[in-house]
Antibody, heavy 121, light 111 residues
Framework: QVQLQESGPGLVKPSETVSLTCAVS?????????WGWIRQPPGKGLEWIGS???????YYNPSLKSRVTISVDTSKNQFSLKLSSVTAADTAVYYC??????????????WGQGTMVTVSS | QSALTQPASVSGSPGQSITISCTGT?????????VSWYQQHPGKAPKLMIY???NRPSGVSNRFSGSKSGNTASLTISGLQAEDEADYYC???????????FGTGTKVTVL
């Protein structure tokens, strides 16, 4: 049974870079599927941030592309999100999720429980 | 890439059927059969309910069904139950550089 678990700092200062990690259990990232990040500001809807394949191929939301990096560490079976130059608008619950397909168009069938990131001085 | 358009709220009595619409364009909903629906209870992660327009993952009740006509996809919940009260989001693959776009979300209330 595939499970995802996000981890992160919780509180970040404006203009800093936030780094989040998604640990995957029950499946080897190297075996395939796309893996993604989605966020949800308090009281608002879902926003796709980006997705990646174990080979390192990535797709990013154009509205965030200049500030986002998604990378994979197959030795630790985890993937990460870095978001730079954060502002209060980046305050949100950040979810990692698995695509149900080996291409980036597939739905997200497994989600982590989410980790809250608050941007405040 | 704008979010897909959903009604803000839909309500129904127990046992009734309700339908949630999700309107996009020919570049997303209308152009691909990669429409999915997610259920989200307060404080919880979203749960996949429908994928590829009309397919249910294992374990999802057959009271949930999906369809698509043109640029609009729909989620129907039949035999509405109290546990169905939640927020629902549609999502679609898009040919734009955004790749994935979510809907604005619909709050379902069971009266």
């Amino acid at each position: 049974q595939v499970q995802l678990q996000e981890s992160g700092p919780g509180l970040v200062k404006p203009s800093e870079t936030v780094s989040l990690t998604c640990a995957v259990s029950g499946y080897s990232i190297s075996s395939g599927y796309y893996w993604g990040w989605i966020r949800q500001p308090p009281g608002k809807g879902l926003e796709w941030i980006g997705s990646m394949y174990h080979s390192g191929r990535t797709y990013y939301n154009p509205s965030l592309k200049s500030r986002v990096t998604i990378s994979v560490d197959t030795s630790k079976n985890q993937f990460s999100l870095k978001l730079s130059s954060v502002t209060a608008a980046d305050t949100a619950v950040y979810y990692c999720a698995k695509h149900r397909t080996h291409h980036s168009a597939g739905a997200f069938d497994i989600w982590g429980q989410g980790t809250m990131v608050t941007v405040s001085s | 890439q704008s979010a897909l358009t959903q009604p803000a709220s839909v309500s129904g009595s127990p046992g009734q059927s309700i339908t949630i619409s999700c309107t996009g364009t020919s570049s997303d909903v209308g152009g691909y059969n990669y429409v999915s629906w997610y259920q989200q209870h307060p404080g919880k992660a979203p749960k996949l309910m429908i994928y590829d327009v009309s397919n249910r993952p294992s374990g999802v009740s057959n009271r949930f069904s999906g369809s698509k006509s043109g640029n609009t996809a729909s989620l129907t919940i039949s035999g509405l139950q109290a546990e169905d009260e939640a927020d629902y989001y549609c999502s679609s693959y898009t040919s734009s550089s955004t790749v994935h776009v979510f809907g604005t979300g619909t709050k379902v209330t069971v009266l």
